[in-house]
């Protein structure tokens, strides 16, 4: 195989790649490595303002061919009305990535929050940003793709999914569907409409983020809280992860260079998931 020819197989140029979550830590850095694949990035968000200050501080001239649609992941009208939108300004959608979701302190256990005591509307509040959120875009754009008879979804789940954390229940239950729905997504989209349909997930496992950063290290002195320590002593590359660590997984599965790989939940966690603690 030449030079080109493996280049080629990661190249994402022209492809119009819709991003949910965009604006948080992770998608942000997620749609910088898309805008600097020479990707079409269209991102879907509630606050339109900070996705379109995401687009301009993307590298090199090609801004113009970057949009900001306004859309909650758990308002169908709104979804559906941006797949259209993409639909007709780009003709066809490439790849869709969930990356929206995120947890309710409600929902989370502590000395004075006990399980027993958690309101559902809370932990149905977890579930729902998390799996429909996932259900939602992948059935807008998903639609597109099983007209154009081809497509990659990837969803973002977490290690919470392998692994169920202490305090978190609604946040790892709601994980944990997700990498479930990938694989049964993968499935029936190849059988019922195209094997060129594929869905895979992204794995991450412990990254600094606006949502753990003050559970993981003190707020004051940025030492390692208690739990970030234990996070720590399970993870076998001692460190946590930085937002750059997860674009190497994510231009692989969206690009022809994993064109048979489907139904796949790709840990990206410093070898998290693989340490039994002893």
């Known amino acids: 195989m030449t030079i080109a020819a493996v280049r080629a197989l990661f190249d994402l140029t022209g492809k119009t790649v819709v991003l949910t979550g965009g604006t948080g830590v992770l998608g942000a850095e997620m749609a910088r490595a898309l805008a600097s694949a020479d990707a079409n990035v269209v991102l879907l968000s509630r606050k339109v303002d900070r996705a379109q200050a995401l687009i301009a501080s993307f590298a090199g001239d090609g801004k113009g061919r970057h949009r900001a649609l306004p859309a909650d992941v758990l308002d169908r009208p709104a979804v559906e009305a941006a797949a259209q939108a993409v639909k007709k300004e780009y003709g066809r959608v490439d790849a869709l990535v969930n990356g929206a979701g995120g947890n309710d302190p409600r929902a989370t256990t502590n000395p004075e929050n006990r399980f027993f005591d958690i309101p559902l509307e809370a932990f149905q509040q ?145 070898g998290f998931t693989a340490y039994s603690g002893v």
């Open 126 to 270: 977890v579930l729902s940003l998390n799996l429909a959120g996932t259900v939602i875009p992948t059935q807008a754009f998903g639609r597109l793709m099983a007209e154009q008879k081809e497509g990659v979804i990837l969803n973002v789940s977490s290690v919470n999914a392998a692994r169920p954390l202490t305090r978190i229940a609604a946040y790892s239950a709601a994980k944990a569907a997700v990498s479930n729905l990938t694989q049964w997504l993968a499935v029936h989209l190849a059988q019922e409409y195209s094997p060129n349909i594929r869905v895979n997930a992204i794995m991450p496992g412990f990254f600094l983020t606006e949502q753990n950063r003050f559970l993981l290290t003190d707020q004051k002195t940025g030492a390692l809280t208690a739990r970030g320590q234990k996070i720590m002593d399970h993870t076998p590359m001692g460190r946590y992860g930085s937002p750059e660590d997860l674009s190497g997984a994510l231009i692989w599965l969206l690009s022809p260079a994993s064109r048979f790989v489907t139904g796949i939940v790709v840990p990206v966690d410093g």
